[in-house]
């Protein structure tokens, strides 16, 4: 099974935006049937998926986000990659990434995850 | 988007307890629904798929049944080591949304 890693800088500035690195290792990222997914969670709050990219470049963003989502990949690397623009306080939370693949049935299946990076909207 | 509503929000029970969560999706999403144990700390972990498979390695005290709009997530023999939040959330369409959990102590 995949590892995978989050990285960025854990304070943003409120109107900044929020970049963030997930990296795979023990796997390609190029893997086929397979979605890379950015999830996060607020302190004591539920999670909320933010998006997904396949290996073809396509996306899907969650339309309450859509407006400041971008979500890339760079398979020379092995790595997903996050921005997410005019961040405010609300959008200080755990944010993590996540695979999900196989059939077509499973690809709202988290079955790998990061361990999660703590990122503080704050002047 | 659909709505994911667990019960309780949190419960306190004792070692061998049996233990059952409940989750309302907002409409029908046949078994497209998913269980997950969060612990303090650590990223959210897969127990349960498609409503009621049992994903490999995951003790077998942990079951889930339920279809359509009406699910529930079942300790069996509640152990020291399952005191966690639990998650369901759905992937019938999208965006995925989650319950909003319901954390498990021990008595």
């Known amino acids: 099974q995949v590892q995978l890693q989050e990285s960025g800088p854990g304070l943003v500035r409120p109107s900044q935006t929020l970049s963030l690195t997930c990296t795979v290792s023990g796997g390609s990222i190029s893997i086929t049937n397979y979605y890379w997914s950015w999830i996060r969670q607020p302190a004591g709050k539920q999670l909320e998926w933010i998006g997904r990219?396949?290996?073809?470049?396509?996306?899907n963003y969650n339309p309450s986000l859509k407006s400041r989502i971008t979500i890339s990949l760079d398979t020379s690397k092995n790595q997903f990659s996050l921005k997410l623009s005019s961040v405010t306080a609300a959008d200080t939370a755990v944010y993590y990434c996540?695979?999900?693949?196989?059939?077509?049935?499973?690809?709202?299946?988290?079955?790998?995850w990061g361990q999660g990076t703590l990122v503080t909207v704050s002047s | 988007d659909i709505q994911m509503t667990q019960s309780p929000s949190s419960l306190s029970a004792s070692v061998g307890d049996r233990v059952t969560i409940t989750c309302q999706a907002s409409?029908?999403?046949?078994?497209?629904l998913v269980w997950y144990q969060q612990k303090p700390g650590k990223a959210p972990k897969l127990l349960i798929y498609?409503?009621?498979s049992l994903r490999p390695g995951v003790p077998s005290r942990f079951s889930g049944s339920g279809s359509g709009t009406h699910f529930t997530f079942t300790i069996s023999r509640l152990q020291p080591e399952d005191i966690a939040i639990y998650y369901c959330?759905?992937?019938?369409?999208?965006?995925?949304?989650f319950g909003q959990g319901t954390k498990v102590e021990i008595k």
């Open positions: 959330q759905h992937h019938d369409n999208l965006p995925w949304t």
């Open positions: 498609d409503a009621s």
């Open positions: 409409q029908d999403i046949s078994d497209y």
């Open positions: 990219i396949y290996i073809s470049g396509s996306t």
């Open positions: 996540a695979g999900a693949g196989g059939d077509s049935s499973s690809w709202g299946i988290f079955d790998s």
